[in-house]
């Protein structure tokens, strides 16, 4: 996949991303609030597939670098980590380490140094609801076909 997905993926403005994202995904990926643990789409997801920015459609991570962690999301990785920023932010005293998407700009979560030392030690755990999850049977349809690559060992 292309490092640079600038000129396929772009961020929409803010009255189109209010009239697409509920109330509660505006809040997430704009005013950067944070959904509740296990009330949320995709901390149990199990099946194969990528999760996306909400806001822009760009792939960021893979089913394959998802781990239990809680009730978010969490990954090991990024597909690209050009694709996403990091920024830190200080919160109830605690400097803390934002993620957010590059070209969407899209709040995504927090990344923390207590991940799997065996891959990397990062846990990002990501709210679901600044993302959108596309089945690996599904990639094709979805306009993902550079992405089976992803799935094929």
Excluded at 12 to 18: E, G, K
Excluded at 94 to 121: A, C, K
Aim: charged share 30%; hydrophobic share 30%; with cysteine.
């Amino acid at each position: 996949m292309n490092s640079d997905n600038s000129s396929k993926y772009t961020r929409p403005d803010d009255a189109i991303l209010r009239m697409r994202l509920t109330e509660d995904q505006f809040a997430v990926t704009q005013l950067c609030t944070t959904e509740p643990p296990y009330f949320n789409a995709y901390w149990d997801e199990e099946r194969e597939g990528i999760y996306a920015d909400i806001v822009t459609g760009e792939p960021l991570f893979l089913s394959r670098d998802k781990f239990h962690s809680g009730g978010w999301p969490a990954f090991y990785k990024p597909i690209n980590r050009e694709s996403i920023e990091m920024e830190e932010r200080e919160m109830d005293g605690e400097v803390q380490t934002e993620v957010h998407s590059r070209i969407g700009r899209t709040h995504l979560g927090y990344v923390y140094p207590d991940g799997p030392i065996e891959h990397g030690g990062l846990r990002y755990t990501v709210n679901s609801n600044s993302l959108i999850f596309i089945p690996k049977e599904r990639l094709e349809q979805e306009g993902y076909n550079d992405c089976l690559s992803y799935f094929k060992f």
